[in-house]
């Protein structure tokens, strides 16, 4: 291509080659070129075609602003974070033992478990402290009752139910079958109150002729009774 457009001369530069190749366009060139010892000399450089000084131009500033690094509750939707508050308060009251206060592992484990930030594991924990000293504190008394378990696995009718406390009060005699829930008002929702009568019937089916009774305890410290 340069020898064709070429108009005047044409200036080549070329490594002697390893091996001798009568056929490379060095050596078809090399008869008809004539050595120049100083290109600098052979090729006329004028101040337009190579300045002697340059300058870089300059490139303004970019701003960037660093976004501020949320909470990992944040990022999640409002329902996964609830659901992940309600699961840690009950993960902490299955580890506590009766009359012994939440240990800081207890926290820290929850936590890790469930993906919570600080704000959030502490709201964990305080909703399971009001349950365990609120109204139904007395289902944490061991001197109150016969026999309590947490997590107690029953199948009835086909179906495997967990449920959260079940303990049998000592002066009465009757089993009481506790639901934990972190949201208010768990009476008005009939999915809810269907599962609990689910439990209360696994565990009569268990202790036939004895009573059981049934109860949400609430992440607000309340005792709400099924009937």
Same mark, same amino acid.
């Given at each position: ?7 005047? +001369?044409? &200036?080549? $530069? @070329? =490594?002697?080659?390893?091996? %001798?190749?009568?056929? /490379?366009?060095?050596?078809? !060139? ?6 120049? +010892?100083? &290109?600098? $000399? @052979? =090729?006329?450089?004028?101040? %337009?075609?190579?300045? /002697?000084?340059?300058?870089? !131009? ?6 960037? +602003? ?18 992940? !508050? ?142």
């Amino acid at each position: 291509m340069a020898t064709t457009r070429a108009r005047e +001369e044409l &200036v080549v $530069s @070329a =490594v002697a080659a390893a091996r %001798a190749n009568g056929q /490379s366009w060095w050596a078809r !060139l090399e008869s008809r070129c004539h050595p120049v +010892e100083d &290109v600098a $000399s @052979a =090729v006329e450089v004028t101040a %337009a075609t190579a300045p /002697s000084t340059f300058e870089m !131009l300059g490139l303004p500033e970019l701003a960037i +602003e660093t976004p501020a690094k949320l909470p990992v509750a944040a990022v999640r939707s409002a329902d996964t974070r609830a659901s992940s !508050l309600g699961q840690a308060m009950h993960r902490l009251l299955e580890w506590t033992q009766p009359g012994a206060p939440l240990p800081l592992e207890h926290l820290r484990a929850a936590a890790r478990e469930f993906a919570l930030d600080l704000q959030a594991t502490r709201g964990a924990a305080v909703m399971a402290q009001r349950i365990r000293s609120g109204e139904g504190a007395w289902a944490w008394d061991i001197n109150a009752l016969d026999w309590h378990g947490n997590e107690v696995t029953l199948v009835h009718q086909g179906q495997v139910l967990r449920i959260d406390r079940l303990v049998r009060h000592r002066e009465s005699g009757a089993w009481w079958v506790f639901d934990y829930k972190s949201a208010a008002r768990p009476e008005r929702d009939a999915a809810l109150i269907a599962q609990l009568n689910r439990y209360r019937d696994a565990v009569r089916e268990a202790y036939p002729g004895e009573t059981v009774r049934a109860a949400f305890l609430t992440g607000q410290g309340e005792l709400v009774t099924l009937e």
